[in-house]
């Protein structure tokens, strides 16, 4: 058996003991795209949006690495308080893949009215429910292998499972919190599959620093993100980016007993956004780093620029 299979194994081995896919996105992407694991945010920036990520580990020549690819859309209803959502999640590990489709629906609930001083600048809060439904199409490719005499890897296993997801958002001004539980109903429904699907937990703060509100050049953005999952070790992550003058921007995280994280990209114009990702995993961990591309596309006059 060469080095390729005994990988496999491997790789096959820890997707069996946990089945991830969206629970446990990287770090870049729900910090740039948090409507990922909260649908609470669809239509939040006032424009459509498109987002795309490709996070894996550097040598895709080895077959059966891990491998994240995304691609989300979400957009305001016209009235303001709505917004509508959908999104692709594929994750593959050794022989295992998911397929996550879902739909989402928020509505926006004004805190304060519009009714203010000229004088006085205008800072709305508001609280934002969010809903999402879809199906995660899980396959694992056990015959591949070529194990024979086990059970385990005698046939292999195809599900499709119904999802449901909430998410909540507070904003005020330039602060914002949320909680969110993608999958509320976890294997509910993976019989006779027996497929054990967590049901994550997840909340969310940050706050935006703008030096002038009205010549924005330097925005600081401190976020943190808590994750409980049962069987799962409470999970941290701390998360810094900077933005300058609307061309750059460059980040840094770090997640509990787990990695620490980087990011650099540069807006390509108003509407358009690329970022590159790199993620240093721990050092007893089997694989290694991680890498990354996304890329934001903002509709409208003003796009990424407010």
């Not at 949006?49 to 580990?57: C, K, T, V």
């Not at 499709?160 to 949320?178: D, E, K, R, V």
């Not at 620093?209 to 409470?234: Q, R």
């Amino acid at each position: 058996m060469n080095i390729r299979r005994h990988l496999s194994i491997l790789l096959c081995s820890i997707s069996i003991i946990s089945l991830k896919g969206q629970q446990n996105p990287a770090f870049t992407e729900y910090s740039y795209n948090p409507f990922i694991i909260n649908s609470a945010y669809a239509g939040m920036s006032g424009n459509a949006e498109i987002n795309f990520s490709n996070i894996g580990l550097k040598d895709q020549s080895i077959e059966g690495l891990p491998r994240t690819m995304t691609t989300t859309f979400s957009t305001p209803h016209p009235s303001g308080n709505m917004g509508f959502g959908a999104g692709v999640i594929h994750d593959r590990i050794g022989v295992s893949t998911s397929t996550e489709i879902f739909g989402a629906y928020s509505y926006k609930i004004i805190l304060n009215d519009n009714i203010h001083p000229y004088w006085k600048i205008y800072d709305r809060s508001f609280i934002s429910l969010g809903l999402k439904a879809g199906a995660m199409i899980y396959n694992e490719d056990f015959l591949s292998l070529g194990i024979p005499n086990d059970p385990k890897f005698a046939k292999n296993l195809n599900s499709t499972i119904p999802q449901i997801g909430i998410g909540a958002l507070f904003g005020y001004a330039n602060f914002f919190a949320g909680f969110s539980m993608p999958n509320i109903i976890g294997d509910n429904f993976s019989n006779p599959d027996k497929l054990k699907i967590s049901r994550p937990f997840y909340g969310y703060l940050g706050y935006h620093f703008i030096l002038n509100k009205y010549d924005p050049d330097y925005i600081l953005k401190p976020s943190l993100l808590f994750k409980f999952e049962s069987g799962a070790p409470f999970q941290i992550d701390i998360n810094l980016s900077l933005r300058v003058k609307n061309q750059f921007e460059f980040g840094a995280g770090l997640r509990t007993k787990n990695s620490v994280n980087a990011i650099a990209g540069f807006y390509i114009s108003k509407n358009l956004r690329a970022l590159y990702s790199y993620t240093h995993g721990a050092a007893n961990s089997p694989l290694g780093s991680t890498h990354g591309l996304i890329l934001g596309y903002r509709f409208g006059d003003n796009g990424f620029y407010h």
